[in-house]
């Protein structure tokens, strides 16, 4: 049969196909960016196209009818999923089904470390071998570094052994030998010992972030980042893990890390033979993935992860352009929903040494909470969902051009004010400005404690809609779309058990330490989202309990951090390895208070409003506190 | 430009190939047996061949005229390397210039062993995984393990790791954990732990000989050879690192590693999966090559190799199909010219460990001699040439079919009593066959102990042609090429010449011990070569000094035998790596006494003929001992 040419609008991107292909995979094959959360099950809605001629696509399928409204498919909307074209055609691609140009933090916080790099240099002369001394050249070598550094037990790298006689002649027996731990991984001409660094990678599920250092100095020289290449095959985690084709996701992840070192080398004139190391973070599902180990058990319960420690393996096995004999570290991971970015957020926060009790939190689709000191640590992972991210939410979307980040509601005239990512005209609100929405719209009064909002509201920013109320965030008129964004009761209730499920885990953490907020000396926010969120709506709305916001310290991309630190110090690699059995994981869900804790979280901030003092307060001043006690499990 | 076809006779194999295409590269390419010592560079004359059309090839070249006889030129004899054909045509390939079908021994010592392999077996059923424990499914494996049968420090090789959840799982948490040393390479499922395979190679210049152990008994379940089929690439090692294309040097040898095992698999029912280690001796260059290690320097002065220490590489780096996760340990080498091989004839013979003083023989193009004990092992290596394998010799062959292996000359009537390789009318001589000449001839007055023959005898089988000396030993009626088989001064001088060499060696080795002939144990002879020679013709020549014959033991392929042990013994792969430490490698170059004892050692047996009183004796009785001593240095 002849191939179909769709052409993409606005990028004009024209991509041929089979029969029977659905419009989702012609984009992936064509790089168009268009989001897809449940990797095109027809579940998510999220991959909304607009098709112009209707005789060229199959007739509109039952999950679209269920997914679009009446008014988009008279508009020709479609689920690009659910979508086959029988002949040429072009497709439109709404601004809200794009993936958008995320923001993507990289700083983290910088964690004082000595420089004690895995990777050293020494500059060599040595002598040549005669009829009297024709030892092998793997035997001098290695006789020569030992007697002029004192270095124990040397490897030569089997890859370097293969060129080693020529380039050891070549060099003129001059030359500067590359030591990784106890392996000579590589001999250079001259002295080329100021030159040495790393690359440190962390493999979000939405992004990655890559950060070259100059392994002299332990100095960052640039970072760049991109979003995760994974996503068009699926924007969470469960998706990614049960995409078929494994293969694939590891190979285009592999391809953007060595495309974000692209940029850094070109930028920067380092070489990428000069980069004799790679460290990376990722959660268990990213870890497994790039490491092309079976994933499936990641999503079935109980959830164990297929490996838990450090793996060595090298980089040109995984195509990404480095020193050919270059390793790749890829930190260990704790359990299969707390991986290798909390053992990188554990180091960076350095929560292992300290006296005080300390939290270390990463939100997002899964939330890891680390809880304790020296003397003890234990992590657990909250199923908080993609709600943050944008999913099942009427207008969520990622933190892109024209996301609303940040609320305020005036409780008299129940108007928001908002910002947007980059100023753009508002097409739909990001995590951050949804926890400011559900604290504002609390302390509005347009929400109750128990997530509901208030029917009997007469205002025009608060109507029922299809037997759904819904509070008007931005009307038609001021949105990017020209359409009203709202956030609807059942966005509320998405949001509520996203924070229910992160604060059931600092609950029941709390219960096994005996600790009462107080007692904490310091709760660490990590990640991207966790450095956007306002922490005060955060604690309003109890995501997290409540602590002195002075204790409450954001840390940016620590995960990063902890791989950077790796890069750096020998020390910190062998305590990841350390943390990852010493951190104990604990089972939610095999706790017996876990069923009451959680029901008790749906409330905002949390049953009990005792424990909320300050929060508790300010709803009095407003006139918002509840004259009953919610329910209380 | 079109292609060309040639067809090879008598086979009957037609090869395209392009114009300007010598016949020797087109013989390669379709895998057309055809020898070649120098590897085309038109020095060694052995790639003749007859075109039948001498206007479908290019003009006789000036080393063409040099190398062929006129007779020969007349009847439309060329050098393969040589000749480029224009057009299609037909070429015959002589008998005497085919590799043949050579003898190739496989049997070595059987040297008693206790069964300790680094592979084994363990049959497992573990707990499954719950919420209360989601472990990692590695942790779980190696706890299970090491809980079961006290295993320290177990890794998990990563290319299992990479299957290991789906694995388990599909065997219901029952199965057969395979490890070798301390890492486990492959689970399998139910109890397959009577089913331990490895695979023995020793990689000759000429032969590959391969061994199947069944490693729950250590037996040879059943061995089998090839030709190594680098020869078509060039005959010696010279030949062999000096070639261009490395990479398909190793190609092929891995290839011809790979048909042994598919003969042994299938004569056996053994699956390839089953077979879980292999492990390798050769000589240095063939160490070098198979590892795909640049070999250049192994040919020029002072000859050190490029590493020494045992290899451990993936099968499947080796496109050697055993296991998949199966490790081939490439035994460790002495010196440039001092191999694996013969570390392999070392731990076979157990030199090591002996009281006495004993002498472990290699003899081939390089000949290796170790001497020593349990206290001090020193090993030399004699630049004996090829002219054994028939290389330099006017009808030298290998040993194959229609090859003399054995002559005795009739004192009175010179005539030579023969027999052949397979009974074969004879077409030469390999070097068993010229030993026993050169012994014969002596001892019939037919050359003396300076190895020039006697001008002044009157006798149709000694006879000048051409202004060199020759004798007779198949005149051409007997013969299988219609020719007189003849045996010239020259060949007499190149025998002389490499018995030279390795008499240096003994000598050199015997003054640096300070030993006489009786201290001498055991003269252990290793390799096809030396199980074949007339022990007698070989001491009376002076290849070894006069050592008791009951003394002299042929071991066989005692480099196999060492390579089996360390399969079958991890305590005999330690002291393979040990011993490439402790044997001292003697450079004979060096030695001020060397120059005056190859002089010396060019008399037959040697100078000093007092050195050799039971063949000195033997001379007087046929009236051969010469009247005047002959000239010592």
């Known amino acids: 049969m002849a191939k179909i040419i769709v052409a993409f609008q606005p990028e004009g991107k024209r991509v041929q196909l089979e029969p029977g292909t659905t419009l989702l995979s012609a984009a992936i094959k064509g790089g168009v960016d268009l989001t897809s959360i449940c990797s095109g099950q027809a579940t998510c809605g999220k991959c909304r196209i607009i098709v112009e001629d209707p005789t060229a696509v199959n007739e509109i399928t039952e999950e679209e009818v269920q997914r679009l409204s009446q008014a988009e498919i008279e508009k020709g909307v479609r689920l690009a999923c659910c979508t086959k074209p029988n002949s040429d055609l072009t497709v439109k691609i709404p601004e809200t089904s794009r993936t958008g140009k995320q923001q993507l933090q990289v700083e983290g916080i910088e964690t004082p470390i000595q420089l004690e ?33 004192g270095l124990p037990d040397l490897q030569v790298n089997f890859n370097l052994i293969k060129e080693l006689a020529k380039k050891l002649r070549d060099y003129d027996w001059k030359f500067t030998a590359v030591v990784w731990k106890n392996q000579i991984i590589d001999i250079e001409p001259a002295d080329t010992t100021s030159r040495i660094f790393g690359y440190a990678v962390d493999i979000g599920t939405t992004k990655l972030a890559g950060y070259l250092i100059d392994l002299t100095t332990g100095i960052v020289v640039s970072a760049g980042s ?30 953007g890390i060595d495309k974000i070192l692209e940029e850094l080398v070109e930028k920067t004139g380092v070489k990428r033979e000069e980069i004799y190391e790679m460290t990376v973070v990722g ?15 990641l999503g079935r319960s109980p959830y164990p992860p297929v490996v838990r420690n450090t793996i060595v393996i090298p980089a040109r096995d995984l195509k990404i352009t480095i020193n050919p004999n270059g390793p790749i570290v890829v930190l260990p991971t704790i359990a299969g929903f707390v991986g ?5 957020v554990v180091l960076a926060t350095e929560v292992y040494k300290k006296d005080e009790m300390c939290v270390a939190l990463d939100i997002g689709t899964n939330t890891e909470i680390v809880l304790g000191n020296k003397e003890k640590l234990l992590a657990v992972s909250c199923a908080s969902g993609p709600a943050f991210e944008g999913a099942h939410i009427q207008f969520g979307m990622r933190a892109a051009s024209g996301a609303i980040e940040k609320v305020e509601i005036d409780p008299e005239t129940l108007e928001a004010k908002y910002t947007t990512i980059d100023n753009e005209p508002p097409i739909g609100m ?9 604290a504002e719209m609390l302390k509005a009064g347009i929400i109750d404690v128990g997530g509901i909002i208030n029917q009997n509201l007469v205002h025009p920013r608060v109507r029922e809609k299809d037997g759904l109320f819904e509070y008007v965030v931005v009307p038609a008129s001021e949105s990017g779309t020209q359409e009203d964004i709202t956030f609807t009761q059942r966005d509320v209730s998405q949001i509520v058990l996203a924070k229910a499920a992160i604060h059931s885990g600092f609950k029941l953490l709390f219960k096994r330490f005996n600790l009462k907020n107080e007692d904490i000396q310091t709760l660490y926010v990590a990640g991207a989202f966790g450095s956007h969120i306002n922490k005060e709506s955060a604690r309003m709305i109890g995501i997290f309990p409540e602590i002195d916001l002075n204790k409450i310290i954001v840390v940016g991309n620590a995960a990063g951090t902890g791989a950077r630190m790796c890069l750096v110090s020998e020390k910190a690699e062998i305590l990841a390895e350390q943390l990852s059995k010493t951190v104990q994981y604990l089972e939610l869900g095999i706790d017996p208070d876990f069923q009451k804790v959680f029901l008790n979280s749906n409330i905002i901030p949390y049953a009990d409003l005792d424990e909320f003092p300050e929060m508790s307060q300010k709803l009095k001043e407003l006139g918002k506190y509840p004259e009953n006690p919610p329910p209380k499990f």
Chains 1, 2 share one sequence.
């Open 117 to 149: 790099p895995n990777v050293k240099k020494y500059y060599l002369e040595i002598e040549i071998p005669t009829l009297e001394d024709a030892k092998s050249d793997v035997d001098r070598l290695v006789e020569s570094l030992q007697n002029a550094q």
């Open 430 to 438: 990001c995590g951050s400005g949804m926890i400011d929405l559900v």
């Open 340 to 344: 290798a970015d909390t053992v990188g």
């Open 283 to 297: 959660n268990t599902v990213m870890h497994h993935i790039f490491l092309g180990i079976y994933p499936l058990y």
């Open 226 to 255: 991109l979003m995760n290449p994974q996503i068009p095959y699926g924007e969470d985690v469960i998706a990614r893990l049960n995409h078929p084709d494994q293969n694939k996701l590891q190979e285009v992840v592999c391809e």
